[in-house]
């Protein structure tokens, strides 16, 4: 075995921890949950409504992620496509220098929301660290309020703003999590398939660490597409081409493809999930008679399997404003 675990996991009998508790939104594990869970996990239906047909979100320019911030806060992901931004020397001096952009606003509207920034490589992690100190030279008040965040605490715990990579983010968790794919095409246009330690053995498992680490938000910016990777025979590529296809139907507002997406990572457990349940006839009776009543209602509310059966809300309303169970079991 090439590790402890593994080596365990062979070994000892295992009992899953089905229950999710970090992410406030379902759609920031609901990939991890369908591609390296089985889709066992338990996970909380949202209140808030999926956003529908926002348009893709670009940039050209670092300075121009700085506006995105409110849409940032409006949604669970966020991918942000990063145009004419070159990969060069393994980093990407674009995507580095618009996620400092995007932490200066962060930090200037005083959200008290907590950030974490995650590279896909060690050189792209130093990258943005310097991303962020030229920024910080460059604007007093900024320095101030970065020097803050570096060493904030709430309950005597750290809390305050970190760069990591893949390799050593196991563990942290943050409400607003900032990641930079970094790899892209070079100044003559060419996209090498060489994603450094993803491609590598067991590069999925690290995606699936860095794919869950945020709370409340993820901001994925990326000069990469999904239909950019070729290697989709390498399992880390795979998982990286299919978490970009994701993350980008999601963001533009397009809920059927993402759903459609997941279903392809693990056809046989979605389908499962699909299944009616024995207390469908029931949900929807209660969901016709609240619409009687001039509510909305929908049913079968819910990504994995836990489900709630009845979610309803006045006309109007962005999000659920109640929620039933039904236990026809007794």
Same mark, same amino acid.
């Given at each position: ?96 220098? %618009?996620? !400092?952009?995007?932490?200066?606003? =962060? $930090? /200037? @509207?005083?959200?008290?929301?907590? &950030? ?95 794919? %869950?680490? !945020?709370?409340?938000?993820?901001? =994925? $910016? /990326? @000069?990469?597409?999904?239909?950019? &990777? ?99 079991t007794g």
């Open positions: 075995a090439d590790s402890f675990l593994a080596q365990s996991a062979r070994n000892l009998p295992s009992t899953l921890l089905a229950w999710h508790y970090r992410s406030r939104y379902e759609a920031l594990i609901s990939f991890s949950n369908a591609a390296f869970y089985g889709g066992e996990l338990y996970t909380i239906p949202d209140r808030q409504l999926a956003l529908r047909d926002s348009g893709e979100t670009r940039i050209k320019t670092p300075e121009e992620a700085a506006a995105l911030v409110p849409q940032i806060l409006s949604r669970p992901i966020s991918f942000i496509h990063c145009e004419s931004m070159p990969y060069e020397n393994r980093r990407n001096a674009g995507e580095a220098a %618009s996620i !400092a952009q995007i932490v200066r606003t =962060l $930090l /200037s @509207s005083e959200t008290k929301l907590s &950030i974490g920034i995650a590279a896909f490589s060690e050189a792209q992690q130093g990258e943005i660290e310097g991303a962020l100190d030229s920024l910080a030279e460059a604007d007093p008040a900024f320095a101030s309020l970065l020097e803050a965040e570096y060493v904030r605490e709430e309950d005597d715990q750290f809390c305050g703003l970190f760069v990591k990579n893949l390799e050593n983010i196991q563990g942290d968790e943050r409400d607003i999590i900032l990641m930079s794919v970094c790899y892209g095409r070079d100044v003559n246009g060419r996209i090498l398939m060489n994603f450094g330690p993803i491609n590598q053995r067991g590069g999925e498992k690290r995606l699936n660490v860095i794919f %869950s680490r !945020a709370r409340q938000h993820m901001v =994925l $910016l /990326s @000069s990469l597409r999904h239909s950019d &990777i070729t290697n989709d025979y390498n399992d880390g590529a795979n998982a990286l081409k299919n978490f970009l296809h994701y993350a980008e139907s999601l963001s533009r507002g397009d809920v059927a493809l993402a759903r459609q997406v997941l279903d392809g990572l693990n056809p046989l457990k979605r389908a499962a999930l699909s299944l009616e349940q024995t207390s469908a006839a029931l949900a929807k009776q209660i969901a016709t008679a609240l619409k009687a009543l001039g509510w909305d209602a929908d049913t079968q509310i819910g990504q994995s399997r836990f489900r709630c059966d009845v979610a309803g809300r006045s006309q109007r309303a962005t999000q659920h404003q109640v929620g039933l169970l039904i236990d026809i």
